[in-house]
């Protein structure tokens, strides 16, 4: 439907394309749906699981002490703001399963956070780099409102999959919702196939 | 908990527009198909320029539940906001707007939840929480209720005369203005503060005595929070009522977007 006295107020074309309804930003909005964890890295420790046998499980130190990765990326939020070039440093999910000396699980994941969020994904879509705990951002520690002191970062799908103050990953297999998919938001939510909600 | 989401685009129309404050509109917009909402949740909008050049932005719902034929929803002009001043210069009663929802589920209120409830807000961060009070009102609920509202002036308290009628007749719903901007003595905004005295006015940014002297009025100790408001706002009455005991998971926030 055409809105005859609208034009917008087009912002400079993007130096690479956006996904479809979203718009260029160059702040780092805060959206969480909670307070803020405020975590104490000492007290910190990570877990994955494979159909509910720990598998693997990181101090703040082990996970320091693995093969860093550096990702350059685009952010993309449902709430329809987009941010491009951004840097993170972390482990990649690979990483930490070749540390726990497991096989590349399939089937599905369940990223748990402390204060009690949840998200779900593919197990797919956190492998092969697709998905990483990440620690630093822009060269600096992650800040707590950003989901420091470590967060899922999963970039190709929208933010709220890349989860703040992860604490495990549960590989399992069969899907189920999390937070906000409950709340009737897209099981897989790809930004450039504008997957926001269940039906989309 | 499961919520579905009304997922198609419908086209609703533009039934009033009401200048709520300098820089807040509120409009109606009637549905085409009758789309039950819960107090706190939020619809996205969708315009299209002629060039077929899009823009979608969320709001909140204003209005009760207990109405759900239409929908009210308070929009602030954003300096650059391309769909707020649209919405501000443009638009008119009997215009149609692309709208699809509701969207959300974690920031929303009902009655049923019967715990004493303290709300949180900032500007237009009012919206969601005035739709959970409308509702509140309409039902008749008992539910002890708070609202901290910070604005600049008493100007920028919007749905002012509501509030205060709320206030007014039910002694289990407490109001507290805090007002950011302090007024020089004699002036236009310091007569207007003498006027009328529903509720309670805070000449300062809300802080944790605020919080407490509010609690302690209530009489009963909230057991669930709603915060609205800018990042930065959110952020500190969050931390201000985790100070003040509350507990993590009784805390729900809605931090405006960019």
Known sequence: ?200 | MSQTVTQTWQIATVTSVHDESSRVKLFTLELAHITPFRAGQHFDLRLTAPDGYQAQRSYSVTSSPDEPNSIELAIELISEGEVSSYFHEAVEPGDKIEIRGPIGGHFTWSPVAAKPVVMICGGSGIAPIMSMLRHRNSTGSDVPALLLFSTRTVADILFRDELETMAHHDPKFHLVNALTRIPTIGSVFAKKFEQGQIGRREMRRIDRSMIDAAFAELGVKPARAYICGGSDFVESMANHLLNAGMANNSIRTERFGP
């Open chain 1, 1 to 200: 439907m055409i809105n005859n006295k609208f034009f917008g107020r087009r912002r400079p074309e993007p130096s690479r394309p956006i996904p479809p309804g979203q718009y260029l930003e160059d702040g780092f909005p805060v959206l969480s749906a909670g307070p803020t964890q405020r975590i104490d890295i000492a007290a910190w420790d990570f877990t994955i699981e494979i159909n509910d046998k720990t598998v693997g499980s990181w101090s703040w130190d082990s996970l320091n002490a693995l093969t860093q990765s550096d990702i350059h990326t685009d952010l993309h939020c449902v709430t329809k703001w987009s941010k491009q070039d951004t840097d993170w440093r972390g482990v990649t999910i690979d990483t930490l399963l070749a540390d726990a000396g497991v096989e590349t699980p399939t089937g599905f994941v369940m990223a748990s956070c402390d204060g009690g969020y949840t998200t779900n994904v593919p197990a797919a879509d956190v492998i092969d780099g697709k998905g990483l705990l990440v620690h630093t951002y822009d060269g600096e520690p992650l800040a707590a409102e950003h989901g420091g002191p470590v967060r899922l970062l999963i970039p190709h799908l929208y933010l709220w999959k890349s989860a703040k103050w992860i604490r495990s990953l549960k590989f399992t297999d069969q899907d189920s919702p999390g937070f906000w998919e409950r709340y009737g938001y897209h099981m897989y939510g790809d930004p450039w196939r504008e997957q926001r909600y269940t039906n989309d």
